[in-house]
């Protein structure tokens, strides 16, 4: 008897345990939702968003039924230059509980007005490392509506406004539907969007349409393209989908069609593009361009051919005569061969390329993994040859040859004569980008100082790594016949942390009046805007009339 009170006491005690465990929670999501259901609750919410985003997000007006039926009266995103994006009146109906089902689904999304004035100002922060690791979700969007979407001119080239209305089901990424359409509310314009996919085929359908100066046109920036036709369409099953498209641009017009077999991954299409003589913005314009291409077989090995020619092309002051290029594919390579005469660049020596043409050779291996690329590019005064590995881990390694330095030197109005070599490697190592340069130059005549400083046999080393936005130099180096630079350090979030020396074998290379060697160490450190200097010299130096002796210079600088 003993022994069963004991065990039904451990049962009651158990399941006390395990009622608080679920319960408080429980008790705790009650709380919150009957909370954020109050006035009290709302206007917390509002304060709490100004706060926990540190102003960049501001809230007003929340109403409606938290967390499936909310209402906003309005919102505004901030970066460090002002708000960005604004929304009036916002409609939120949805299922939040469909997330644990792997489901989001969304009755109606809409908006009576959103303003986005520009793109957010970038920030330097360091590159998050961390993976989303969260299974597929399934997509259904019933009704979205946004009766006036406001496009700033910094944004769209030009202000715009337009009203956008769609639906969304999002099953996988085979097998969905879509429909969307955007007219433009300031003057004509149209962008629709409808299409079904499944297992048995597709049916696709894009139709745009817009005069002189339209949308895409200012989005491009190219504002006097003129009116811009596009209708595109895919459909049939998936072992033989018809494609079809027709799209004109001012006097730019291209057709296309084929057949695409998703199933066994080959397609047959034919591309036909031609623009006679246009000016689709003041500093870009040619006399005529046509590009004609032909692909079938699989797509890791299609027999290809293909032709571009573009004549008088001109561009931010930057002319080229004549381009052509031919493709060529069979078996699973592709080569192309193109031409660029007549090259002309701004600054004081604008013919500097236009002696002779620049040759492009360029091979590509589609049917392996690694999908390796050759190149070569070939001037009298510059070749450049390379190998590139675009598939799995990317690596690239390309070696520059400057055979006469001099030409090269007068852009920049210095004149240096000899010869130089660089060759440059880049390799994707997880989520950081590894660069490597090792150059040597032979200084052979010119400027004096620069002779005297860099010389002949001189060498440059640079190797570091790139991770987002944030860069770590692992090491710097010139050594020349009279000076050695070296630097090593980081970028990361903003802030710098350079390490850096200099040594002069004779100052007579600066002055002829001051001989001697110097060298010199110092730092670079803190955020951009609030530097901090500290530096040493160290030297032995010579002046006529003045006796020759040791310098110490220390600097510390904020």
Known sequence: ??????TKRGVRIAASIVGVVIGLPLLGLLFILIFANTGTGRATIETLAAKLSGGTVE??????????????????????????????????DWSPLGLFGGAAKIDRLTAAHIVVARLPASENAAASKSKSNLPPLRVALGTLRVDKLDLGAALAGAPASVGASGNLRLASLTDGEVTLDIERLDGPGSYKLAGKMSGAGDNVVLNISEPSHGLLAELARLPDLGAVSVAATLAGPRNAEQLGLAMKAGELAGNGKGTIDLTGQSGDLDLAVAAPAMAPRPDLHWQSASLDLHVHGPFTGPDATGKLAIADLAASGAS?????????GNRGKIAVNGVVENVHVPGPQPDLLAAAPIALQAEAILDQPALQVTFTVTHPLIGVTGAAQLGGVMSATATISLSNLAPLAALGGTAIEGHGAVVAKLAQQ???????????????????????????????????????????LDRALIDGKGLQLSAHGTSIGGALDIVWGATLANLAALAPTVSGPLSVEGRVHGPQDDLALTLQSHGQIAVPGVPTGPIDVSVDAT
């Open 1 to 6: 008897m003993t022994k069963w009170l004991l």
């Open 59 to 92: 809230i007003q007006g929340l109403a409606g039924r938290f967390p499936d039926a909310l209402r906003l009266a309005h919102a505004e995103i901030r970066d460090k230059d002002g708000a960005w994006l604004t929304i009036d009146d916002a409609v939120l």
């Open 320 to 328: 080229l005569g004549r381009i052509t290029a031919d493709l060529q």
């Open 430 to 472: 997880g989520d950081a980008t590894q660069i490597s340069l090792d150059g040597a130059l032979d200084i052979t005549g010119g400027e004096p100082m620069v002779a005297n400083l860099i010389g002949e046999n001189a060498t440059l080393v640079v190797a570091g790594s790139m991770t987002g936005s944030d860069i770590t």
